[in-house]
């Protein structure tokens, strides 16, 4: 028996936490490298891209650098200026006016940067580990370094920058924010064991290991919503990313848990292990 568009379950709307999706297809993040201007802002193409994509029942914007230092793709849009926001609230005002949502997706490169984005100083990450992948510079595909370790203080500030990313997301008019903590970026080199050698409290154990995406997660929490506005962009294994392996599974599972911990105070008291173990 054929059954019409109309009753397909992927056209049926659903509820994510306050938001109302008009249907269940969610547009995957797409870097596009469209922002090629000088202050990294997104421009008209980027809001006639998205706004010719409203339909979706939710957008989640492409790969967005949270600041300077998280830099390291060509041409991609960043979410610390004030021209970066205004740019952003273009595309979002075009998306909403065709009854589209959007989310924001927060990002920094770490090791997957190049020292050509910092006048030859080395990116940051987890620890010395080059991840042996491609940067993407303005001058063309360049083979990664090893990064700087970064110190105490500068993951303080990087946390505090996801969080100041993630307000002006709201001020740009964003309906909630994802956080990249897919591949190997940033917070991927701090996951994952083979990328991070730190002996102190970010090093080590898996809880040591995920404590900088908690930290973030928290921190982007006090700037949206609860309820629906954050979510995450992670797996646990890749074909590509050769030190991206299987171990990866549980720290993701227990990213889940403590966000399920978070918001459902009965959880705290009495986790459902069997869900999350
Ligand atoms: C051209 C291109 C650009 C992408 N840009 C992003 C991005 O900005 N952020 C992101 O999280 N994933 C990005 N991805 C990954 C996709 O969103 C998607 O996760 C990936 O293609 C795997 O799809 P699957 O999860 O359905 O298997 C990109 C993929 C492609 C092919």
């Known amino acids: 028996m054929s059954i019409t568009t109309k009753q397909q379950p992927l056209f049926t709307p659903v509820r994510m936490g306050k938001l109302k999706l008009p249907n269940r297809i969610v547009m995957a993040p797409l870097t596009r490298m469209r922002a090629a201007n000088p202050g990294h802002a997104p421009t008209e193409l980027h809001a006639e891209y998205y706004a010719q994509r409203a339909s979706a029942g939710l957008i989640i914007g492409e790969c967005t650098e949270i600041s300077p230092a998280a830099y390291g793709w060509a041409d991609t849009p960043g979410l610390w200026s004030i021209e970066q926001v205004r740019g952003w609230r273009k595309v979002t005002d075009a998306v909403h006016k065709k009854g589209g949502l959007m989310y924001a997706q927060l990002w920094h490169t770490g090791a997957l940067s190049h020292p050509d984005f910092f006048d030859g100083a080395l990116p940051m990450s987890a620890s010395d580990v080059n991840p042996q992948q ?47 903590a897919n591949y190997l970026y940033l917070i991927a080199q701090f996951l994952n064991s083979a990328t991070n050698h730190r002996k102190d409290e970010y090093g080590g154990s ?9 930290e973030i997660t928290e921190t982007v929490l006090e700037q949206v919503e609860p309820g629906g506005d954050d979510g995450l962009h992670g797996r646990p294994a890749g074909t590509s990313e050769r030190r991206w392996n299987v171990q990866a599974l549980p720290r993701h599972l227990r990213w889940a848990h403590h966000r399920k911990r978070r918001h459902d105070p009965r959880a705290w008291k009495s986790p459902n292990k069997n869900r999350f173990s």
């Not at 990087?158 to 002006?168: C, P, Q, S």
């Not at 898996?206 to 404590?211: D, L, M, Q, Y």
């Open 134 to 180: 491609e940067s993407v510079t303005p001058s063309g595909r360049k083979a990664t370094v090893a990064p700087r370790p970064m110190s105490r203080e500068e993951i303080r500030q990087t946390v505090l920058d996801f969080g100041t990313a993630a307000r002006n997301a709201m001020e740009a008019g964003f309906d909630g924010v994802q956080i990249q």
């Open 206 to 214: 898996t809880e040591n290991r995920a404590r900088f995406l908690f």
